[in-house]
């Protein structure tokens, strides 16, 4: 097992920048993802930690070791690509013994190893099979199968399950967790799925134009983004821009078209924005309170249901506050046969220890 340190590292494709000043730390044992859209530099950072790619600037340390130019087979890393990249006119038992035969490990040793793997991602009754008379969620657990059984130092996942419909996905998220968990192997896992990277991560990095915009576990990186981004690339939310007014009692208030907004002191992401920065309020759609009734106290919007959908868990309301502006609302199915319809007149509200200010991303 390993720890990965990665200082300043930058990486230029000619004149593309893909990954620009990244600093980060991944423990051992840890699950840590790199989230983020298309295009933003996670499978190139997982590729310089690979060593497929040597970093323009910068250093990768395993442990206190620099490994930033050691070609990929001394990195002892195992790797499962998005197309599982493996030989599907051999067994399931040569592709898994694959790694193991280059390495010159003996026959026998060969043999316990990759029957012992393969009952592990529970192939074991595949092992002659061809793989490609796999189904795509076992021909996915021998690319796993064959990461895991020369033993690395540190696994990388670049996108894994993307090639499986939404059933197996689901299954295979909870089975590869099962597995990190029992080998306690520092795994890297790239996605651009915020579900993936919040079910099952101990910490993500949010990626976006090559730069890591937060690091954070699954709870902190929903609940206290950093700036607009992050807000609105994992889970839903609302997000009104504000200005800053005054402060009362060393409260902050700041200020949306007419109304003031109140925010509790721990929401305010402070250090991360400066004054000048262009600001806005983010609120979770399941933290606004809405109601038939006035409501009193601070945040308070009067609107008009422009939309509902009942999906069976919740339900999901758009509420027009003014001309230009809807607040998203979700509320758990309470069991009632009647509920909020379109048209209806409403009052929402946004508390105050919900509201989080965040800067607009600097680009
Ligand atoms: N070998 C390469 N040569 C030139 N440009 C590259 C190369 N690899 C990546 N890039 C560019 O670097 C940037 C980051 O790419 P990267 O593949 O790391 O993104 P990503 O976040 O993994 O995206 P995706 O989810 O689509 O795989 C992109 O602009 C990409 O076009």
């Known amino acids: 097992m390993s720890t990965v340190h990665l200082s300043q590292i930058t990486k230029q ?40 790619y040597y970093p323009t600037e910068g250093v990768v340390k395993f442990n206190e070791k620099d490994m930033t130019t050691v070609p990929p087979e001394k ?33 026998k040793e060969t043999k316990q190893r990759v029957e012992s793997v393969l009952e592990k991602v529970r192939l074991k009754e595949y092992i002659n099979r061809q793989v490609s008379q796999l189904s795509g969620g076992q021909q996915q657990r021998v690319a796993l199968a064959r990461a895991l059984v020369i033993e690395p130092d540190i696994l990388l996942l670049d996108e ?3 090639n499986l419909d939404a059933r197996l996905r689901d299954e295979m998220r909870a089975e590869l967790l099962r597995l990190q968990r029992e080998f306690g192997i520092t795994t ?20 976006n134009f090559g730069e890591c915009q937060q690091v954070g576990t699954p709870t902190e990186i ?12 994992i889970g839903e939310t609302n997000l009104l821009p504000i200005i800053y007014e005054k402060t ?52 308070v919007f009067e609107g008009v249901i422009d939309l509902v959908q009942f999906t069976g868990e919740s339900l999901h309301l758009l509420v027009k ?15 009632i046969e009647s509920y909020k319809k379109e048209g209806t007149k409403v009052y929402v509200q946004l508390p105050e220890n919900r509201v989080r200010v965040v800067p607009k991303m600097k680009e």
């Not at 993802?33 to 310089?48: A, I, Q």
């Not at 929903?222 to 807000?231: G, I, L, Q, S, T």
């Open 321 to 335: 506050i003014d001309d230009n502006t809807t607040i998203r609302v979700t509320e758990l199915n309470q069991g």
């Open 248 to 299: 009362i009692d060393s409260q902050r208030v700041y200020r949306y078209k007419e109304t003031s907004i109140y925010v509790n002191e721990s929401s305010h992401n402070i250090a991360k924005y400066q004054e000048t920065d262009e600001l806005y309020i983010s609120v979770r759609p399941e933290a606004v309170i809405i109601s038939e009734n006035k409501i009193e106290g601070n945040n």
């Open 160 to 162: 894994p399950l993307s």
């Open 222 to 233: 929903y609940n206290k983004p950093v700036n607009d981004f992050v807000a609105q690339f």
């Open 188 to 207: 890297v896992y790239v996605t651009h799925d915020q579900v993936e990277a919040l079910t099952m991560s101990d910490r993500i990095a949010v990626f």
């Open 13 to 52: 494709f000619g004149k593309v920048t893909a990954v620009k000043n990244l600093d980060l730390v991944i423990n051992e044992g840890e699950f840590f993802t790199f989230l983020g859209p298309s295009g933003c530099g996670k499978t190139t950072t997982l590729r310089m930690i690979a060593g497929f």
């Open 75 to 107: 990195r002892n890393t195992g790797m499962v690509f998005q197309n599982y990249a493996l030989f599907p006119h051999m067994t399931v038992y040569e592709n898994v013994a694959f790694g193991l035969k280059v390495r010159k490990i003996s026959k």
